[in-house]
Nanobody
Framework: QVQLVESGGGLVQAGGSLRLSCAAS????????MGWFRQAPGKEREFVAT????????DYADSVKGRFTISRDNAKNTVHLQMNSLTPEDTAVYYC???????????????WGQGTQVTVSS
């Protein structure tokens, strides 16, 4: 069982940056691929980024490539999402996710966080 708690969301102007963090419980954090998904109002939840257990493999949605960076710290049981050059289209609730025994969380994580709101104003 893994519990995920996100933080770092908020309101930012277009062109700005935010850094999301996700703290995970449990002693086997390094056994999980970690990732981020998002859900905008009226839309389905979509994949944003994922990182493998060791951090050697990363994958991103085309819409965020070159702007977002995922990272993890296995010693601190945390995963981060650095978001730069934000646009209003990035406005959504962002969810941290975990998947056991896989290099990627996409498309079906085992665990979800409660979500953190990111709002980008124009």
């Amino acid at each position: 069982q893994v519990q995920l708690v996100e933080s770092g969301g908020g309101l930012v102007q277009a062109g700005g940056s935010l850094r999301l963090s996700c703290a995970a419980s449990g002693r086997t954090f390094s056994s999980y691929a970690m990732g981020w998904f998002r859900q905008a109002p009226g839309k389905e939840r979509e994949f944003v980024a994922t990182i493998s257990q060791s951090g050697a493999y990363e994958d991103y949605a085309d819409s965020v490539k070159g702007r977002f960076t995922i990272s993890r710290d296995n010693a601190k049981n945390t995963v981060h999402l650095q978001m730069n050059s934000l646009t209003p289209e990035d406005t959504a609730v962002y969810y941290c996710a975990a998947r056991y025994g896989s290099a990627s969380c996409n498309p079906a994580p085992d665990y979800w966080g409660q979500g953190t709101q990111v709002t980008v104003s124009s």
